[in-house]
């Protein structure tokens, strides 16, 4: 990642309002690991285990805390919060292509569609005629918009992105390949011993600066809307079921699976793989371990996690004998005339 003039430490000090420790004039062309970072690249450090690494790094500065500044031997970007600091400073060598406005030869756009003449359609998209594009979206290749779907000023949907049916998108939205957002949610009714479609009505909102990663799909409500508030960040392959809400700055690692109707609070890190059952609660700021499995609310901010950490085979496989006696034994343990459900 390389800018062709560069920065000078000066002006990148300048720029973020970091101390510098160090000759400003040295210029840096791009960003790197403390391990592999070049001479004409920054680095930084935010996790206090890869101190070591300092002693060794040929990086021209690193982005750092103060208190890891006297560990450093070169130049340092005194930072409140490094890691923050060093994405500003990485997008400052993030090289973008170029979008031309306008609509390729190969796409599908029906007539009524609304786009905006700042928008960029690109090769085999397709437009449903009730569908609107704002100023400046990009939609890369192989896009389907469908029916009563918006897409917000600035979004980019980088390739292959579904919207199906009543998904508004706001500013700013990045969508990765992949994508189906607005799909039929997982409703059905049993009768008589057989499934009836329950039609799903709802739609989806996504507000603005939402990040959805590539594979991911989230449903459209089946009577009102699934909903993402502002700034939520989801990973690649979630699965966000019909009418869950997603407050604003949440964000969610791969593979998690969230059941219909649950209400995620604001603020909240849910880690990879976790699953979250429907029709509860959890409150703001709420952090949940990866693999771990949520069924009931969760009504008071704090860690949470559940699961059996992995062990060697044999050990595991004793462990998983005794998991079936467990309740023999706590039945007696359990002190004389003590009140308590037993089932």
């Not at 430490?9 to 960003?31: K, M, N, Q, S, Y």
Request: charged share 20%.
């Amino acid at each position: 990642m390389n800018t062709p003039t560069g920065l000078s430490l000066g002006e990148l000090a300048d720029r973020f309002a970091l101390e510098l420790i160090g000759e400003r004039t040295v210029v840096v062309r791009g960003v790197g690991t403390l391990a592999h970072a070049g001479t004409d690249q920054i680095s930084f450090l935010s996790n206090t285990r890869y101190r070591g690494a300092l002693a060794n790094t040929q990086a021209a500065a690193v982005v750092l805390s103060k208190a890891d500044a006297a560990h450093a031997t070169g130049a340092c970007l005194i930072s409140a919060n490094p890691y923050a600091d060093f994405a500003r400073i990485s997008a400052c060598f993030e090289i973008s292509r170029p979008v031309d406005a306008g609509i390729h030869p190969t796409a599908v756009v029906a007539a009524g569609a609304e786009i905006a003449d700042s928008a960029s359609i690109g090769p085999l998209c397709v437009i449903d005629a009730s569908a609107r594009i704002g100023a400046g979206a990009i939609l890369g290749p192989g896009c389907i918009i469908g029916r009563d779907c918006v897409v917000g000023a600035g979004a980019r949907l980088v390739a292959r992105v579904c919207l199906v049916e009543r998904v508004q998108l706001g500013a700013r939205v990045l969508i990765h390949p992949g994508a189906v957002i607005g799909a039929d949610g997982f409703g059905l009714a049993m009768d008589a011993g057989r499934w009836l479609k329950v039609p799903q009505r709802g739609g989806v909102r996504i507000g603005d600066d939402c990040e959805i990663g590539a594979n991911t799909t989230i449903d459209r409500g089946a009577l009102e809307d699934t909903v993402l508030e502002e700034d939520v960040r989801l990973d690649n392959q979630i699965q966000i079921a019909h009418n869950v809400f997603i407050g604003a700055h949440t964000a969610i690692a791969g593979c998690a699976a969230i059941a219909g109707s649950a209400r995620i609070g604001r603020r909240c890190l849910i880690g990879g793989g976790a699953g979250i059952i429907g029709h509860i609660e959890i409150a703001d700021r709420v952090v949940i371990g990866a693999m771990s499995l949520v069924t009931h609310s969760l009504r008071e901010p704090g860690e949470y996690c559940s699961g059996t950490p992995i062990q060697e085979k044999s050990a595991w496989r004793k462990n998983a004998a005794r998991f079936r006696h467990l309740d023999e034994l706590a039945r007696k343990i359990k002190p004389p005339g003590s009140q308590g459900n037993e089932h």
